[in-house]
Nanobody, 120 residues
Framework: QVQLVESGGGLVQPGGSLRLSCAAS????????MYWYRQAPGKRRELVAR???????NYLDSVKGRFTISRLNGNNTVYLQMNSLKSEDTAVYYC??????????????WGQGTQVTVSS
């Protein structure tokens, strides 16, 4: 079994910054792609950022230049640095990962989510 645990969410004023972390643990042989998604009330879940095992990144257009995804392979952790936050960034943020498990095979896992609220 594999667990993804997010942390770092909270309340921040517009223009502020937050750093989300997601730690993966369990029967992990290798982490492949790692993702951050978000879901605002009444809206569909959307992909915010992705980083592959080689460190190549992709971003949702609306967060380009403000958010940075990074990973530390040695401790199976992915981060999302969020700067210049706007009210429209308010959402529950979810970590997601494609994992090669020790017993073989590739599976996709979700974290439980962390709330980010941008408000004055």
């Amino acid at each position: 079994q594999v667990q993804l645990v997010e942390s770092g969410g909270g309340l921040v004023q517009p223009g502020g910054s937050l750093r989300l972390s997601c730690a993966a643990s369990g029967s992990i042989s290798r982490l492949l792609n790692m993702y951050w998604y978000r879901q605002a009330p009444g809206k569909r879940r959307e992909l915010v950022a992705r980083v592959n095992s080689g460190g190549i990144t992709n971003y949702l257009d609306s967060v380009k230049g403000r958010f940075t995804i990074s990973r530390l392979n040695g401790n199976n952790t992915v981060y999302l640095q969020m700067n210049s936050l706007k009210s429209e960034d308010t959402a529950v943020y979810y970590c997601n990962a494609d994992v090669v498990v020790v017993t073989g095979g590739v599976f996709n896992y979700w974290g439980q989510g962390t709330q980010v609220t941008v408000s004055s």
